[in-house]
């Protein structure tokens, strides 16, 4: 559903700016979600202001500022380059997930992650050996987008913690909100984008937005962070697919790939970890019956 995002997102631009784009998609969201904000305020408030503090950041630094960096770089920049920047976010998560959740990789993680990235770089540049991004401006937004949704993955999951996979979303759309309203007259955008350009950003708000996000920390509950940074590769995969066909193109073979690679990968990843679920069982079993 992600992969979709960007071509949908960036033939916007000749018509909507990216902040009234994402302050479009924030008010339809918090409007579905709505009858699950007071509970979700009671919920966060109950768990702590650590959990506040957190639910603050996802909102206002994940959902609002980091998309809205994320589709200035697709309007100012090429297609291919805010993607594969964007995917900065596995190695600032790892990281993340270290600091915030004390969740350490096993030396096998290396297995995964490398093949992971080498399948995204892939993917995402048709001459691998000659590596290509345009403009300083567009790198700059992608990689600070990456960073905050990265930071977001580690606080999703800690919110988990305490709190339902429903309460986060509705907090993380309501404080989204509140940050994308103040970003309206600070970048001086209108907070209506038309009435054929709102059909679009009610799209990307209930596919790519509560859907997706309600599949992703319903996963998030039981993935550590540094997984789902992983699966998270997919995105890049599908949306440098659906971008190239979309715009009459083709994947070279390296890309194809890249394609097998990170497909291979993530399909590995929960095989792994459940092995390893089984022997950590198994171990315990036989302590217990020591």
Known sequence: MWGTDPII?????????????????????????????????????RAGWR???????????????ATILFTEALFHGDFITPV???????????????????????????????????GFWLVNQPHPLEPTAKGLVPIGEAVAAAAMWALGTALGRYMSRELEFQHIISLRFFFGLVAAAIALPVMGAKSYAGAHDSLWIGYLAIVTGLVALSLYYIGLKRTPAMMASIAELTYPAIAVIA??????????WTQWIGVCLI???????????RRDLVKLTARDAALAGA
Do not use: D
């Not at 993340?96 to 992971?116: D, H, K, N, Q, S």
């Not at 971008?243 to 070279?252: F, V």
């Open 263 to 273: 497909i291979g990968t993530v399909t590995l990843l929960p095989v792994q970890r």
């Open 84 to 118: 594969v920047l964007q995917k900065l976010q596995p190695l600032i998560a790892v990281a993340a997930a270290a600091v915030i959740l004390g969740e350490r990789a096993r030396p096998r993680f290396a297995w995964f992650l490398v093949p992971a990235l080498i």
């Open 51 to 65: 959990y506040l503090i957190c639910a603050i950041v996802i909102g206002a630094g994940a959902s609002a500022v």
């Open 9 to 45: 997102r960036k033939p916007l631009s000749g018509s909507t700016s990216a902040t009234t784009i994402v302050f479009g998609e924030h008010v339809v969201l918090v409007l579905l979600t709505l009858p699950l904000l007071v509970p979700a305020l009671r919920a966060v408030w």
């Open 243 to 252: 971008g190239i066909y979309a715009y009459n193109s083709h994947l070279r």
